[in-house]
Structure formats: structure tokens, C-alpha cells
């Protein structure tokens, strides 16, 4: 689990703590460490892609008339599957539990991306890869480079034309313990020239 204090992000798993420096303590520092090697795609693009240089998948689907539909079931890597819908309210929206889940999956990824990036892609898809998909992806961005500000930026980098969805932004927010406010930062790394 990803737990954020004033001075360390601790990352538990089966009983071992890893205490980090606290959220843009370093933000030079890890500015100037490998990009995280994240993508961000649509469904289709998901579907054609060659998966056999990915490490970590993130699958942000729907239901349809069969229940729970899993793409590429052929990819053998380390694969999280959330089912919500691209809604703000109302029923199949995203939840604590998935926030949850995708905390637990990025500490894990991100420990071994900084271990040696080449090995550890992460690819994060919804259907249109705009919306639900940037938002999860802040998550393991946060991870990564233990800074908002910078894992915005590279949001967008990776994804000129984010719009993430603002339910999940509200409960990354909340579960981070965010002291900063998540939407600001993302619309200053959206608008980079606004605040030069």
C-alpha cells in the first residue's frame, strides 16, 4: 500500500517498508532519472500491439452482455484489470477499491522501473485512452518519480491530449492525502507557458 506522510512515502507489501523521500523533496533530482516508461493507448491500439516487450499492463474495461471482458488474455506479464465506467457519478463508476488496487500495482512496478526501466514498461489503456487511463495513470507516475508536479508533467508528454477523468483524480486526491491540489497541477502541466 502507498501511504503519504510529511516526510516519507512508505510503500508496504507483505510486511516490508520502504521509506522514500517525501513528495517532491527531490523533484530536481528525479527529473533528471529516465523517463518512466509509460504508454497510454486506446483499445484498438492495445489489441494490435506487440505486448512481447511490456512488463505491466493496466486494462481499464467495461462489461458487456458476457460480464467482465479481458483483452489480450494472451499477455503473460504483471496485469491489473479495472472495470468502471467513464462516468463522474452513478453506478460503475471508479472506486476506493480500484484506487486501492492500483496503488498496491504501481509500488510494484515503479520499484522495479527504477530498478532498470528497459524491463519494466507499463502500458495503460481504456477504451479511448483519454480519460480514464490518464487519470489511472497518475498513479504509477506518482510512484515513479515520488512527485506530482512531475508525473503530470510526463502525463503529459506521454498524452498531449489527456482529459482525466475528475471522479478518479477526486479519489487519487483523497487517497494520496494529496496536500496540493491535483487539478491545478495537472492544468499547470497542461499549460506550461501560462506559469513561466
Known amino acids: 500500500m502507498l ?10 507489501k507483505a510486511g516490508l517498508v520502504y521509506d522514500l523521500p517525501a513528495i517532491d523533496t527531490y523533484a530536481k533530482y528525479r527529473a ?29 474495461c467495461e462489461y458487456d452482455e458476457r ?5 489480450r488474455p494472451d499477455f503473460r506479464g504483471q496485469r491489473l484489470n479495472l472495470y468502471f465506467r467513464d462516468l463522474t457519478d452513478g453506478v460503475g463508476i471508479a472506486t476506493e477499491a480500484d484506487i486501492e488496487k492500483t496503488c498496491k500495482f504501481s509500488a510494484k512496478w ?4 527504477r530498478k532498470d526501466p528497459e524491463k519494466a514498461p507499463l502500458v495503460v ?30 502525463l503529459y508528454q506521454i498524452r498531449e491530449f489527456a482529459q482525466p477523468n475528475t471522479h478518479v483524480l477526486y479519489l487519487i486526491h483523497q487517497r494520496l492525502s494529496l496536500e496540493e491540489n491535483i487539478y491545478e497541477i495537472l492544468f499547470q502541466a497542461q499549460n506550461p507557458g501560462l506559469f513561466d
Not at 110 to 113: F, I
Not at 130 to 150: F, G, N, Q
Open 3 to 12: 501511504e503519504f506522510n510529511q516526510s516519507t512515502i512508505s510503500l508496504k
Open 125 to 154: 489503456h481504456c477504451a479511448a485512452g483519454i480519460s480514464r487511463s490518464t487519470a489511472i495513470a497518475m498513479i504509477p507516475l506518482i510512484a515513479y518519480y515520488e512527485s506530482v508536479h512531475l508525473a503530470a508533467r510526463r
Open 32 to 60: 533528471n532519472v529516465t523517463p518512466a516508461p509509460v504508454s497510454i493507448v486506446d483499445r484498438g491500439t492495445f489489441c494490435l500491439m506487440d505486448l512481447s516487450r511490456v512488463g505491466y499492463v493496466i486494462s481499464i
Open 67 to 71: 460480464g467482465k471482458v479481458v483483452l
Open 110 to 113: 515503479a520499484l522495479a522501473a
